[in-house]
């Protein structure tokens, strides 16, 4: 099976193949550097997504991966990182195996292809040239046959004719035998013209064209074995990285199988565990009897005269914000109405009322009573030593010693600084024994450098050392402290009541007992003061620089109300105003008309709009 004797005259069949060849070839090599450019992408997508989700430094997510859980998810993250980098391998080793050595050998290709048929045609031509020889000699031949013909006959009738002298007659025959000589002559020329071009012809049919054609087949059939080949290779690249990508999935599941639920709960304990004791019964409360609003050991209003301790809640240094408590939300508790809403009016219409919608009756109380009532419910506050400490966290401000943190958080922020002194007292004195040595090899050498030139650093790397070790001592100190506190559990009410010796008011020793409250605040403050005075003034002056609350949403008034109870504000059929604090449940929604009215009106006659993000935040 051979091209040049069984496609001996599809010359310009195979011309046309072969370049189908060559386009199949590129467009392979076309789809190859499209799949190594979707490795690349895919790989770089990978790694963006990974780095996307690693923990940032010096950040909280850090912290967050002490947990198993989040360590195999650390881990998934880095397996996943060289995932994408094995699909960089095989988008490199496609490049370099299949894209350069196709493109090289397609340059290679089109240069012999162009070589074997420029050798075709060029055979073409030269039997063309051999044809339209043998073709005008041919024809050559056949018009000096024609002419003798023509010459011989008019030799003949001029040698009949009688009247045609005789040198007439020679002339003709002369021409005749001339034109006789020419023709023998072409005939000699188209003989010899005929044989060589069969020769030629023999030659371009049975030897040439076969040759040529041979080559343009040995030529096709190396593509094809080199784009097979290619595949092959193609294949092979995936293959390779397989048992890596397979180990990547392996370190995934891995990850997966060393999480450890007991000891993520464990870390749970150990992150938020406050080392506060859970509180005490409720004291029963009897309002059977008549309020009297009398001077007592809980009352804020005691009388100067009485002689008994009174709790100063002066200057704003010595204030603590309430645990759970925010200023907005105690000055609601105090102001805000005392009795279910009234219900909404049958009819839209105001005046389907005669009187409007009535308000709360309830009889105004005193602002020191509602303080004192506040002040004598347990449940909602427990000192008032937290305030200073609540509004220099809102401020954003963390005392040195972390007082701020519960217990047991305070000990292992205590700890955790403690050991990043000692690492940095170790640093330092690591600094001071390589400078001591160097001044050293200065002293035996002095060549090599001037010892006096270390003195200054030598100097100052001992003065760091000692200020390190003073900072160390004092957070020991406080952790020694904190760790004395700790276990000793049973001397929590002598320590408490230690603080207030001349005081036996329970109020005041409720707020002692309170300095380890379970709202995450944390103080040592011995109080140094043997009378507490509370004063409404010096009270109010502790918000005096306090945020309003924002809005989270607008209502429109559906009826007219009038606020007539302290804490209620009145409201016109129609009115749009600002909601900032939701209805609790007891039919009450907080409004502000503007930045310096603002109070309690039914939910029922307003129809609110909450803002979505601010309701989720």
């Known amino acids: 099976m051979s091209w040049g004797t069984e496609l001996w005259d599809q010359f310009d069949n195979l011309e046309k193949h072969t370049q189908w060849g060559i386009d199949i070839l590129e467009k392979y090599i076309k789809f190859v550097k499209e799949r190594t450019e979707i490795e690349l992408s895919y790989a770089k997508q990978l790694r963006n997504l990974s780095k996307k989700y690693q ?15 989040c360590k195999a998810f650390l881990s998934t993250l880095n397996e996943t990182n060289d995932y994408a980098g094995q699909h960089e391998v095989i988008s490199e080793n496609m490049t370099s195996q299949i894209t350069a050595e196709l493109a090289r050998y397609i340059q290679e290709l089109k240069q012999e292809r162009k070589s074997h048929f420029h050798e075709g045609r060029k055979a073409q031509q030269h039997i063309e040239t051999c044809w339209k020889q043998l073709e005008s000699s041919k024809r050559r031949f056949e018009r000096d046959c024609k002419e003798a013909d023509r010459a011989q006959q008019y030799f003949e009738k001029m040698d009949a004719d009688i009247n045609v002298t005789k040198a007439d007659v020679e ?31 023999r030659e371009y049919y049975h030897s040439h064209i076969p040759s040529i054609f041979q080559k343009i087949q040995e030529m096709e059939e190396r593509r094809i074995v080199r784009i097979g080949e290619s595949m092959k290779t193609y294949a092979e690249v995936d293959r390779q990285v397989i048992p890596i990508i397979g180990k990547c999935l392996d370190g995934i599941v891995k990850a997966a199988e060393s999480i450890d639920q007991k000891n993520d709960s464990q870390l749970v304990i150990e992150a938020y565990k406050s080392g506060f004791e859970p509180p005490g019964d409720f004291e029963f409360e009897d309002y059977t009897q008549p309020m009297k609003r009398t001077v007592s050991d809980n009352s804020l209003s005691n009388s100067r005269g009485d002689g008994k301790a009174e709790l100063k809640f002066g200057g704003k240094s010595k204030g603590k914000l309430w645990p759970f ?30 009187n409007g919608p009535q308000s709360p009756k309830q009889q105004k109380e005193p602002l020191s009573h509602r303080f ?59 600094q001071r024994d390589a400078i001591t040595k160097m001044k050293d090899v200065y002293l035996k050498n002095p060549q090599m450098g001037d010892p006096a030139s270390l003195d200054h650093k030598l100097t100052e790397v001992n003065q760091n050392i000692e200020k390190l070790r003073l900072e160390a001592q004092k957070f020991e100190a406080w952790l020694a402290e904190v760790e004395g506190r700790l276990p000793a559990r049973g001397d929590q009410a002598r320590r408490q009541s230690g603080m207030y010796d001349g005081q036996t008011a329970p109020a005041v020793n409720n707020c002692a007992q309170d300095r380890e ?44 109300f009038d606020g007539q109870n302290e804490g209620t504000i009145s409201v016109t059929e129609g009115e749009t105003l600002y909601v900032i604090e939701e209805d609790k449940g007891d039919g009450w929604t907080r409004i502000r008309r503007s930045e310096d009215e603002e109070g309690y009106v039914p939910t029922s006659y307003v129809e609110v709009y909450l803002d979505k993000n601010a309701k989720d935040s």
């Open 517 to 560: 409250s379970p709202d995450g605040s944390y103080t040592e403050e011995q109080s140094q003061e043997s009378e507490v005075k509370v004063l409404a003034t010096d009270f109010d002056d502790e918000f005096d620089d306090e945020e309003p609350l924002p809005a989270i949403g607008t209502c429109k008034a559906l009826y007219t």
């Open 171 to 201: 002339k003709a025959r002369q021409q005749a035998q001339i034109r006789h000589q020419m023709a023998e002559d072409s005939k000699a020329d188209y003989s010899s013209i005929l044989q060589k071009f069969n020769h030629e012809q």
């Open 55 to 69: 923990p940032k430094k010096n950040s909280k997510e850090e912290e967050e991966y002490r947990y198993t859980a």
């Open 372 to 430: 004192n009532e506040f002040m004598t419910s347990k449940p909602k506050i427990h000192c008032f030593r937290s305030l200073k400490r609540g509004l220099s966290l809102k401020l954003g401000a963390t005392p040195e010693d972390f007082s701020n943190l519960p217990p047991e958080q305070r000990r292992k922020k205590l700890q955790q600084k403690v050991d990043e002194l000692n690492k940095e007292i170790q640093k330092e004195m690591d």
């Open 325 to 354: 408590i925010k200023k907005n939300k105690l000055m609601s508790l105090l102001t805000s109405p005392h009795q279910p809403p009234p219900p909404p009016p049958a009819s839209a219409s105001p005046s389907a009322v005669p």
